[in-house]
Nanobody, 126 residues
Framework: QMQLVESGGGLVQPGGSLRLSCAAS????????MGWFCQAPGKEREVVAA????????YYKSLTKGRFTISRDKAQNTVNLQMNSLNAEDTSVYYC???????????????????WGQGTQVTVSS
């Protein structure tokens, strides 16, 4: 069984930056992709960015491309999300996720990820 623990959320002013980290433990070999999702109140959970565990191929939601960078450290079993130029629309709970997409699920498919962290709040406000 796999466990994911997020850290790094908080309050930041518009235009600021935050770095989220996700530490994975357990059955790492059973997954091929890790991702970051966000869910604001009343909205569906949606992908922010994802990274393929084997070769670091990345995927970004269009609104975050150029501002956010996802990276992984295989030695530490961590996935990070560097968020720059944050704005109020980025306010959300951010979840780390891991799964085996296997060429069947899109990077953005919530149902492709079977393991989820507890979530960390990111608030962008002046």
């Amino acid at each position: 069984q796999m466990q994911l623990v997020e850290s790094g959320g908080g309050l930041v002013q518009p235009g600021g930056s935050l770095r989220l980290s996700c530490a994975a433990s357990g059955s790492i070999l059973s997954i091929d992709t890790m991702g970051w999702f966000c869910q604001a109140p009343g909205k569906e959970r949606e992908v922010v960015a994802a990274i393929r565990w084997t070769d670091s191929r990345t995927y970004y939601k269009s609104l975050t491309k150029g501002r956010f960078t996802i990276s992984r450290d295989k030695a530490q079993n961590t996935v990070n999300l560097q968020m720059n130029s944050l704005n109020a629309e980025d306010t959300s709970v951010y979840y780390c996720a891991a799964g085996y997409l296997g060429g069947v699920y899109l990077y953005s498919a919530v149902k492709g990820y079977r393991c989820w962290g507890q979530g960390t709040q990111v608030t962008v406000s002046s």
